[in-house]
């Protein structure tokens, strides 16, 4: 395999958002315009982190981390305060079209569709803004129209179309143009579990074959599961975390669950091995369960298992490994905590 290179760095990126201070009282509004006092928020500060090409990675954070800004920076909207970022070679606030040819940006919330024209027309007419060769362009639209399962409504004005739907027509036209970089900011966000499955193997899809790479921001953090195998966690506009998600888990929540089915009839006796332990019986528990926690670094899960084994009856057994979700929650709990 060759050895990846970097196609976006950032570095010691900082983003400081200044506004006038409101001044209340009579004629407050006027006062306002004309006042020298600012109030001004750190958006982003001091964030450094590397993507190699082809990596596909999950951008998180709770509300307010940064993570529009940040990636406002990258797509070279907005100017930061202090750092350094490239893209693909590009300074992108320096340079902005010659960014824009690299990378494709899909907004859940807004659509670069026009309005009023068949998404079969928005999407030939990329083409043509973008200068793609003719038979590629028309060989893509026909893969994309595969992939997306657009065909049943290519047709239908985009005003028309359902959230899902126009989602994989925005997709689609991001991809259109073959950037090298794609920047996803809550696709999957109000659509059912049918649609979000299809978006989501369609990034698989272009990461694998195409090695496109992408960055995700999302808070559905199955986008994330499915997806990615980094993230990129910040929060109050710093990296609180890089790193695989199994190593975040590992980290975080480095506890297993072994669940056991008693036979009918068959008594607990309990484990003794260190560093297993018994969990507190669930709610919604079926009667004859039992549930273990117990660290895979100190009690192998096989071994945990056979001595369980030794000493019951059991119906069944299974391990439960931590979700993201959980995990992620439990990470922003307790740094409002600290907060
Ligand atoms: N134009 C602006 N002027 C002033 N403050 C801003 C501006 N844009 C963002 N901020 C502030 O900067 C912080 C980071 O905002 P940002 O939109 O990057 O967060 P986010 O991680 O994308 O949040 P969300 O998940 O809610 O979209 C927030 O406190 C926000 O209020």
Redesign the pocket.
């Known amino acids: 395999m060759p050895t990846p290179k970097p196609i976006i760095q950032v570095e010691g990126l900082a983003?400081e958002?200044?506004?006038p201070k409101r001044i209340e009282g009579p004629f407050g509004g006027i006062r306002t315009l004309f006042t020298r006092q600012y109030v001004s928020?750190?958006?982003?500060d001091g964030i450094d982190f590397t993507v190699d090409e082809g990596e596909l990675i999950g951008y998180l954070?709770?509300?307010?981390?940064?993570?529009?800004?940040?990636?406002?920076i990258l797509t070279g909207i907005?100017q930061p305060t202090q750092g350094s970022v490239e893209v693909a070679g590009v300074v992108p606030w320096k340079e902005r079209e010659r960014n824009a040819r690299n990378i494709g940006v899909v907004f859940g919330q807004r659509t670069q569709l026009w309005w009023d024209l068949p998404l079969r027309d928005s999407l030939e007419l990329i083409g043509k803004l973008y200068g793609v060769e003719r038979d590629r362009h028309r060989a893509n639209i026909e893969r994309f129209t595969e992939l997306l399962g657009l065909a049943a409504f290519i047709d239908t004005p985009v005003r028309q179309l359902s959230l899902g739907q126009r989602m994989r027509g925005d997709l689609a036209a991001a991809m259109l143009p073959e950037p090298r970089i794609l920047y996803l900011?809550?696709p999957t966000i109000g659509l059912d579990v049918v649609a979000k499955e299809r978006i989501r193997a369609f990034i698989a899809t272009l990461n694998k074959d195409e090695g496109t790479t992408v960055i995700l921001?999302t808070?559905d953090l199955d986008d994330v599961e499915k997806l990615c195998r980094r993230i990129v966690l910040?929060d109050g506009?710093k990296v609180l975390y890089d790193g695989s998600v199994e190593k975040l888990k590992a980290r975080y929540a480095p506890r297993r669950r072994l669940v056991v089915q008693l036979a009918e009839g068959a008594r607990w006796r309990g484990v003794a091995m260190p560093g297993v332990e018994e969990a507190p019986p669930e709610e919604d528990a079926e009667p004859g369960t039992v549930a273990l926690l117990f660290d895979p670094e100190t009690a192998a899960s096989a071994e945990v298992i056979a001595a369980v084994l030794a000493d019951h009856q059991v119906t069944d057994l299974s391990i439960v490994e931590p979700e993201l979700e959980g995990v992620v929650h439990r990470i922003y709990a307790a740094r409002e905590a600290v907060a």
């Open positions: 983003k958002f200044r506004r928020k750190l958006a982003v954070g709770p509300n307010g981390a940064g993570k529009s800004t940040t990636i406002k907005l900011d809550e921001t808070h910040i506009g």
